[in-house]
């Protein structure tokens, strides 16, 4: 088992009163990754703008690649560290207490984007001004986190992607089927949205708070193509939307979604571009993507 890293500051901050249907078992969030480890990862050190950055690993089964994940994020300007345990049925929960994480148990699974909504509605709670979305899969460069949410916390962007897409997927071991579908998926929704971004299937992305509390993400789908819903609300409400590469890797102990479910998704994807172009088109006008008034914090 991981060592119990000596805690921080940042472990007396843990938050009370989240969203219901949960368990909150409020403890640390520190973190480690140095400017060395950055430079040795390839990447340039950011200097991040002022601003509290909150990081949400929405977790099902990642026990084996949690704390690989957790010893990459940057200790440097992450204020909290908050992992949502979808009912694991391994140690994950174990774990990520060991490490020192915020952690909120749901009583019964919700799904994907069941569980990104108990994140988000976290680390609103947690008073971020930017949010990280990282899959605790070890499957994403975590210490391209200060260069991911530097454009939202000088105020440029309100959504950004760690886009796998601006280096080489396939060099990072990603299957050719998988290349071939996001090509398509991500072709056709720049169509519909009228972008130019290279990826929109990432797992690893960063919100500000204005986009998380203007577009109804609680209507969203609970399932995978959460994701590509709360896209599509960002474009209908204007946000703006920006990229980095990020480097990719692929290993047996990596989540991944089977062949099957990536059909549901694509199908789903499909759905989400249909009305979004309907909606815009005011031939059929859907709630989800309709803006709502950000609240005072």
Known sequence: ???????????????????????????????????????????TPVAVAEGRVVVVMPAYNAARTLERTYRDIPSSGVAKII????????????????????????RQNLGYGGNQKTCYD?????????????HPDYQ?????????????????KDLMLGSRFLGDPLAGGMPRWKYVSNRVLTTLENLAFGLHLSEYHTG???????????????????????????VAQAVATQMRIGEIAVPTRYFKEASSVNFRRSVVYG?????????FMLHRLRVRRSRKLAGRKPTSR
């Open 1 to 43: 088992m991981p060592e119990k890293r000596p805690r921080t500051a940042r472990d007396h901050n843990a938050e009370a009163g989240l969203a219901a249907g949960t368990a909150s078992l409020p403890t640390a969030a520190a973190s480690v990754a140095s400017g060395a480890a950055l430079a040795a990862a390839g990447a």
């Open 83 to 106: 992992l949502v345990d979808d009912v694991s049925r391994d140690d994950t929960v174990a774990v990520a207490r060991q490490l020192g994480l915020d952690v909120i148990i749901h």
């Open 122 to 134: 976290a680390a609103l709670e947690a008073g971020a001004d930017a949010v990280v979305m990282l």
């Open 140 to 156: 994403y460069d975590a210490t391209r986190i200060p260069a991911l949410v530097q454009p939202i916390l000088d105020g440029t």
């Open 204 to 230: 690893f992305r960063a919100y500000s708070r204005g986009l998380l509390e203007t577009i109804p993400y609680h209507l969203n789908s609970n399932d995978f193509v959460f994701d590509q819903e709360l």
């Open 267 to 275: 199908l789903s994807t499909l759905r989400v571009i249909a009305r």
